[in-house]
């Protein structure tokens, strides 16, 4: 049974008392299949500019892929940083119908607003 700070989590709430990372698991449980967002995207979302710490949390994401830390990429559409690695990440976004152009995700028709 999910505890209740993962239950908000997985339904996109950020709540008094979180932790930075369960702040922004919450945010990247909000984005819907076949859209990405930003690291940099989600630090704003949370009042930073601490776009490295979206991406340290990411990585130690335990709720993926129900918070799918996957649709989390560069401020240039770049795929980075996935432990399961790149290709898969590609694959992932690519069956979701994510866009691409030039190798990079197309923010423009697959990007969403937070």
Known sequence: MPTKPELEILAGKIVSGMSF???VWAICARVPRGKVTTYAAIARKLGTQAYRAVGNAMNKNPYAPKVPCHR???SDGSLTGFAAGIEK???LLK???VEFAN???DLR???VAL
């Open 89 to 91: 990440k590609k694959r």
């Open 21 to 23: 990372n369960q702040q």
């Open 103 to 105: 190798g990079k995700v």
């Open 95 to 97: 069956a979701e119908g």
């Open 72 to 74: 989390v990429v560069g």
């Open 109 to 111: 028709k697959s990007g």
